[in-house]
């Protein structure tokens, strides 16, 4: 497989918008509960992570590209290129982020309204990176399964790491049913990732085989056969991916009835599980050469 940078690079970039979401969101469900410091104080990880993985993706990206200095010319075309687009608002997006985080560390405020813009700005980037891959003839691309894959991975690595990184600084802090719906929302978050790409993988599967581009990609790419090829990583990735929704569907529901230390192992193992699942998945999604 030659394509770990771009798979790493996506990965990461996802993740990244997903955390700042989350973390949009989870500032709103504990503001009540937290004084201004404090919520800064619960939310500063997450932001820095979230950057640190931006940074860190748009890093791999460059590795994608035969002579890096040369990234500022796809910019020329935003009128008829996604990959134009897609480095603006993922360049934005990064920017943003940083930016919003290092304000927050200067001023000690969570700076809630522009991490909610820089959120805007990465689903956006996110869209136009899957509209890349659809207006390719590669068959196992040209299809919506490849935004709902984006999308999904951006939902369900944003709420898991969103809950590892914000419960335990929350803890000590909000009250036990505050808790419970800190859980209770990330787990009805990733089953809803999940369940959105499991209801149109048949569509997907189904489109695969009626494309009629299947004998026209050329050499070397080989997608339908490798897509064939790996069904064990496929049946792997929703294995890894049902399992850890449903020990996190069981952290959330022990909150009152379990001790702290089982819990955090719960999650924290779901969270292993669900993050497994979904690099696989993007393995599965690059893997186009025979």
């Known amino acids: 497989m030659h394509e770990w940078p771009i798979l790493v ?5 996802t993740a990244s918008v997903g955390l700042v979401g989350y973390t949009v969101l ?3 469900w504990l503001g009540g509960e937290l004084h201004e410091r404090e919520r800064y104080k619960v939310l500063r990880l997450p932001m820095l992570v979230a950057s640190g993985l931006g940074v860190a993706g748009l890093a791999a990206s460059f590795a994608h590209l035969g002579y890096p200095l040369n990234a500022p010319n796809t910019l020329r075309h935003l009128a008829s290129s996604w990959l134009s687009r897609e480095i603006l608002l993922v360049s934005g997006f990064i920017g943003a982020v940083c930016l919003t985080t290092l304000l927050a560390l200067k001023t000690g405020r969570a700076q809630s309204l522009m991490l ?3 959120f805007l700005v990465g689903v956006l980037g996110v869209l136009a990176m899957g509209e890349i891959y659809r207006s390719t003839s590669v068959v196992t691309w040209m299809h919506v399964n490849t935004h709902v894959m984006f999308l999904g991975g951006l939902v369900l690595m944003g709420s898991v790491l969103g809950l590892l990184l914000i419960a335990p600084a929350a803890a000590g802090q909000v009250g036990p049913a505050t808790m419970r719906k ?6 009805a978050l990733v089953l809803a990732s999940l369940a959105a790409q499991l209801l149109v993988l048949p569509s997907y599967v189904m489109a695969i085989g009626a494309n009629p581009l299947n004998e026209v990609v050329s050499y070397p790419l080989h997608p339908l056969e490798t897509f064939q090829a790996n069904g064990g990583l496929r049946a792997a990735r929703w294995a890894l991916g049902v399992a850890g929704a449903a020990l996190m569907a069981l952290a959330a529901w022990r909150m009152s009835q379990s001790s702290e230390r089982s819990r955090w192992s719960l999650a924290t193992v779901a969270g292993l599980l669900l993050i497994s699942g979904e690099v696989v998945g993007r393995y599965v999604f690059y893997a186009i050469h025979g």
């Open 9 to 13: 690079f996506t990965a990461m970039l």
């Open 26 to 28: 989870a500032g709103l």
């Open 116 to 118: 909610a813009g820089a």
């Open 182 to 187: 800190l859980f209770a929302a990330t787990a």
